[in-house]
């Protein structure tokens, strides 16, 4: 979509931000050049290129005394990727998960689970989630290496299950000569029609010698823009349908179909800065301040087709080609499923429905590390201390809007705000495709599609949610060399830490909604309000060449309600206003009223204290560590109890503690030059997200939502990790490895469902025209599931009513062990030591790995209820891990010579349950008929090439996402229905870096 409406904004911000880089860069290049010239000219360069990376990567893994891995930046701010977790999908045993094409999550060794630091420093993320910052929020242009610790030491701070991730930013006293290097590139993006993004980096720094001792200070910056883009349709097919002209068999039919572009524009600037000094040769003394902040705007649209169900029955809309779905692999039945036909309205119906919807669900995040630290040597030992603070506050504003398309040509025109449109949908291939039945005699004109005088407003939904994380922490290390001492052959060093840190999670919910109108006299017409109506694209095609969809619509503007939503809200509620003039018997809101939601409050405090001692040996062959990490928290739940007697809300801490000790031991053997093998055993725990613990809850108006209720006695779950390992470096810059790993997980999360009953329509109480429909219990009383007052029903209820019973979820802890295990295997090898015999041919190199996991265990059950009920029957199946692929592999080939260097890199896994889709689905017992869906297995090839065209300035070209891979989501099993597809785009990079 345009951003025609934002570019002053924009503008004021780039400038904002170019300036503070370049006055920055400036001052330190100016302080920099003055020293450059005392510096020897032979001093080493910091990297040099693809070869050198991965070799200094090598050296840093075969010496660590626990199991890590390492990526290193091959050049000042090039990582192998752009985006942090598509860099760490590089190493064996991580696989990631995509928002828009753009990678956001990471799982390692299957689990979600990790924790993210910056230069050892704990990180806080933007909702209330554990991990720390999103991956996304970071530019890897300021990190210049990536550690993944896989087996933790006594000293590792405690908290992740999978591993835990390290972002190294340059220290300045490890500088070979003066830094000054800048990154120009622009960004497109294949299905965006917003043109290049700018991407922009520098670093500078140096040190230099003092009459106060060595100083050193380097900064480092990034100012990025992107929009990735997704097309993401969906179909429902979660109930049985019997039509005449088909026969008595039930099958399932279409009942809701979704057309919707993702389409997020990220805004990133982040800012590192490190200050050392070293005024003696015992003590040195480091300041460092890391800034990130990101806007990221989703201006995402969707189109429903909607009200269908009713209309299933007909002879004319008995499906022409039919598939078969088989849920035997859960237990379930073989069905047939509709997949090729239209539904087409009847003379007296007012189904289906066509509704345009704009969302801009944004997230403005500010977070900041700011540390202050030293470390003592003297004789045999060696004291650290460290202060650090992390925070993260952030703002999800909101504005999303709905409007009915009113089709002129529908024979019955009843009181309601919808209206009886003509479709036909086209599910073969598993690509979902569906649009207006133009052979329809009640089809709409493309121009009836984009008159504002066709569509009504239907809903109004707008937020200005908070969320502010920060943790502060302060720790004390010290270690002994025995090296030296009687006890040198075997014991080189003690070491002992404590560590304070308190960390602190509030939630606030404002929102409002006007609308949910389901009677014409209710809403304003388009006309009213036509001048924040706009044309939506026309690109849905465009990813996959389909031609079945709908190209013609009218949205009110994300754009402008994102960069002033002041605006588009006036001229709604000005529109509004004068309509109830004009219909004084109309009924609704008339304007909106943003207040607290006291039921979605909540406040979380944790405080912990962890202390560890550690051994670390080393003899003969041998060397490796042993210790003890005894961690005790204390936490503080806080949110607003009911109302007593009608009096004002009252906030109430429900307050827990928990102790935990975590025995550590890691062991290397290196029986040759050769060959390094390994032995690492841990414990773990990790705490529930912040969500989880709440005693509050937040409403959704929509039928199909579930409640999610928080539950504050939540346990931290409980991992225990063996690793056993073996790398052979036959060769420089070469190396094969294979590796072992078990997990055993105890108390670990899941979620509880209860499902709202169905019953019998037999008042016809949805309006669709029949008895044979399955409602939900109006309330405020349920059998079963939890009273909703705020939903507005549309096919599970009376849509003149407000208020229904709906499905809820709350966490709860699994006591039973969930066991993985699975084997890891890498080989990396180029041919640069044949340069002799091969010439050229010599800078060829090639890295692949592979994983292969299993899970077992667990009691978490999925069970169907609602429409699942109805299609499945009664199923319970074990939810197992979610995220989790059993095989993944990634093979990466590149040449680097003569000052090219070029790399492609193919990654593949293979499928997994998920609850991440798109279309505004849920588990509940509708949509997904109760289950996690199945994303198919996946491949994804990412390609680059640059070259030196002098020693200082460099050009290239990366590409992601070259061949568009798409993915394929099915519910239930993997034959059963394609219920969700996404539609990525690929992106190209271009530009290049110059150092001074």
Request: net charge negative.
């Amino acid at each position: 979509m345009s951003n025609s409406t934002q570019p002053a904004r924009q503008n004021r911000a780039l400038w904002l931000r170019l300036s503070l880089l370049v006055g920055t860069g400036l001052t330190m290049m100016a302080t920099s050049t003055a020293v450059m010239a005392q510096d020897n000219p032979e001093d080493e360069i910091i990297v040099t290129g693809i070869r050198a990376s991965l070799e200094n990567a090598l050296i840093e893994k075969r010496n660590a005394d626990s199991l890590i891995e390492v990526i290193r930046a091959e050049d000042i701010g090039k990582l192998p990727d752009q985006n942090l977790a598509e860099v760490l999908e590089n190493i064996t045993g991580i696989q990631i998960t995509r928002t828009a094409g753009v990678g956001t999550g990471v799982q390692i060794r299957g689990s979600n689970s990790n924790r993210v630091e910056i230069n050892g420093i704990s990180s806080v993320g933007s909702g209330a989630g554990r991990n720390g910052i999103s991956f996304e929020d970071v530019n890897p242009a300021i990190i210049s290496s990536v550690e993944v610790i896989k087996a933790p030491e006594a000293k590792t701070i405690e908290g992740s299950v999978g591993g835990t991730v390290n972002l190294k930013t340059i220290q300045p006293l490890d500088l070979k000569k003066p830094l000054m290097n800048i990154r120009v590139q622009g960004e497109d993006s294949s299905l965006s029609v917003e043109g290049i993004k700018p991407r922009i980096s520098g670093a500078l720094g140096n040190r230099w010698d003092t009459g106060g001792g060595e100083i050193g200070v380097v900064i480092t910056g990034s100012y990025t823009e992107q929009e990735a883009v997704s097309f993401r349709p969906r179909v429902d097919r979660d109930n049985l349908t019997v039509n005449p002209a088909v026969g008595p068999t039930a099958y399932q039919g279409v009942q809701f179909l979704v057309q919707e572009q993702e389409n997020d524009d990220y805004e990133t600037l982040n800012l590192a800065s490190t200050v050392e000094w070293a005024p003696n040769e015992e003590l040195t003394l480091t300041a460092s301040a890391i800034i990130n902040n990101q806007e990221r705007s989703r201006d995402q649209y969707r189109l429903q087709a909607s009200g269908i169900s009713g209309l299933r029955t007909r002879p004319e809309n008995a499906p022409t080609e039919f598939e078969t779905l088989d849920y035997t692999a859960i237990g379930g039945p073989v069905l047939e499923g509709a997949l090729v036909g239209i539904i087409e309205p009847g003379p007296t119906d007012h189904d289906g429905n066509l509704r345009f919807s704009s969302e801009t669900a944004a997230r403005v995040t500010d977070s900041q590390i700011f540390s202050l630290g030293g470390e003592w040597t003297r004789g045999n030992w060696d004291v650290s201390a460290e202060l650090a603070t992390s925070s993260a506050d952030s703002s999800t504003p909101t504005f999303n809007t709905t409007v009915n398309f009113i089709n002129p040509n529908c024979i019955n025109v009843d009181s309601r705000n919808d209206n009886c449109t003509p479709f036909r949908y086209d599910l073969r291939n598993d690509q979902i495709q569906w649009g207006i039945n133009f052979d329809s005699p009640t089809a709409p004109s493309l121009a009836d599609l984009t008159n504002p005088d066709n569509v009504m407003l239907d809903q109004v939904d707008v937020g200005r949610n908070t969320t502010d994380n920060a943790e502060s922490a302060a720790r004390l290390d010290v270690a002994y060399d025995f090296t030296d001492s009687k006890f040198g052959d075997y014991l080189t060093s003690v070491e002992a830490g404590i560590r304070f840190n308190k960390s602190t999670h509030e939630f606030i919910d404002i929102d409002d909604r006007i609308g949910g109108f389901s009677q014409a006299e209710d809403a304003p017409r388009g006309s009213a309000f036509s001048d924040i109506l706009v044309v939506g694209p026309d690109n849905f095609g465009d990813a996959d060449g389909r031609d079945l969809f709908i190209s013609d619509f009218l949205l009110v503007d994300p754009d402008l309600s994102f960069s002033d939503p002041d605006a588009v809200l006036a001229s709604l509620e000005a529109a509004l206003a004068a309509h109830r003039l004009a219909n004084p018997n109309a009924d609704g809101d008339l304007t909106l009223n943003l207040s607290e939601d006291l039921n979605a409050y909540r406040d979380i405090s944790e405080k912990t204290t962890a202390l560890y001692g550690q051994a670390n040996f080393a003899s003969g062959i041998f060397r490796g560590n042993l210790g003890l990490r005894y961690i005790s928290t204390d936490i503080d739940s806080t949110g607003y109890a009911p109302s007593i007697n009608g009096a004002a809300r009252q906030l109430e801490t429900t307050s827990g503690s928990y102790e935990f000790f975590l025995p550590r031991f890691n062991l290397v053997a290196t029986p040759s030059d050769e060959v390094v093998l390994r032995l690492g055993y841990g414990k773990d725990v990790r705490r529930p997200d912040f969500s989880s613990l709440a005693s509050g809850f937040t409403l959704d108006n929509q039928e199909n939502s579930a409640v999610s209720l928080g539950n504050p006695g939540l346990e931290p779950e409980e991992v225990t990790s063996f690793d056993v390992s073996a790398d052979w470096y036959f060769a420089p810059s070469a190396v094969f490895s294979i590796g072992y790993f078990t997990k055993d997980r105890t108390n670990i999360f899941g979620q509880n469902f209860e499902g709202a009953a169905l019953v019998a329509d037999v008042n016809d109480v949805n309006g669709l025209n029949g008895t044979s429909d399955l409602v939900r219990e109006s309330g405020p009383n349920c059998s079963s599931g939890f009273f909703n007052p705020t939903v507005q029903p549309n096919v599970l209820g009376d849509p003149n009513s407000t208020g229904l019973c709906v499905d809820f979820t709350q966490p709860g802890n699994d006591p039973s062990v969930t066991t993985q295990s699975g084997v890891e295997m890498a080989l990396q090898y180029d041919l640069s030591s044949f340069e002799d015999r091969l010439g050229w041919a010599s800078g060829f190199g090639a890295a692949g790995n592979l994983t292969l996991q299993k899970f077992s265990g667990g009691t978490v059950v999925d069970t169907t209820s609602g429409r699942g009920l109805t299609v499945l029957g009664p199923l319970s199946v074990p939810r197992g891990l979610l995220d989790f692929s059993k095989t993944a592999y990634n093979i990466t080939g590149y040449y680097e010579k003569y000052g090219l260097q070029a790399r492609a890199r193919y990654t593949w896994r293979s499928s997994f349950r998920t609850n991440d889709f798109g279309g505004g689905a849920n588990t509940s017992g509708s949509s997904t008929l109760s289950f996690p869906v199945h994303t198919l297995a996946r491949g994804q090839l990412n390609a680059s090439i640059n070259y030196d065209v002098t020693d200082n300035f460099n050009i290239g070209v990366e590409a992601t996402n070259l061949t568009k891979s798409g993915i394929i989501q099915k519910c239930a099993t993997k034959e059963g229905p394609t219920c969700f597809v996404g539609l990525p785009d690929r992106r190209i990079i271009f530009g290049g870096s110059y150092t001074f």
